[in-house]
């Protein structure tokens, strides 16, 4: 059974910092594509960044180049977003997510395993 649990979402004035953290059940992590995706009420979901299985290949959407960074750990199987110089307009939910792979990193269809999602709050 695969789990995606994300965590440290929540309130921040503009100009703060978050960060946050999704565990990946083993059986998954090494081998997938890692995602960070975010929904604002009323839009489409849509990516904010990705990593490779190994670590050494990340994007980012052009909305948060500069400001959001992703990484992994995989002795912890972990993976982590990073977001500084917080907008009102990041207000979302944010979704952790597990695909094959970054071939196509924007697209949501891609990644076949998702977590419930943390909230973050900009104001």
């Known amino acids: 059974h695969v789990q995606l649990v994300e965590s440290g979402g929540g309130s921040v004035q503009a100009g703060g910092s978050l960060k946050l953290t999704c565990l990946v059940s083993p059986s998954v992590f090494s081998t997938e594509c890692m995602g960070w995706f975010r929904q604002a009420p009323g839009k489409e979901r849509e990516v904010v960044a990705s990593?490779?299985?190994?670590?050494?290949?990340?994007v980012v959407a052009d909305s948060v180049k500069g400001r959001f960074t992703i990484s992994k750990d995989n002795a912890k199987t972990m993976a982590y977003l990073q977001m500084t110089s917080l907008k009102p307009e990041d207000s979302a939910t944010y979704f952790c997510a597990a695909g094959q792979t970054c071939g196509n990193w924007w697209k949501a269809s891609e990644f076949g395993y998702w977590g419930q999602g943390t909230q973050v709050t900009v104001s």
């Open positions: 990593i490779d299985p190994g670590g050494g290949s990340t």
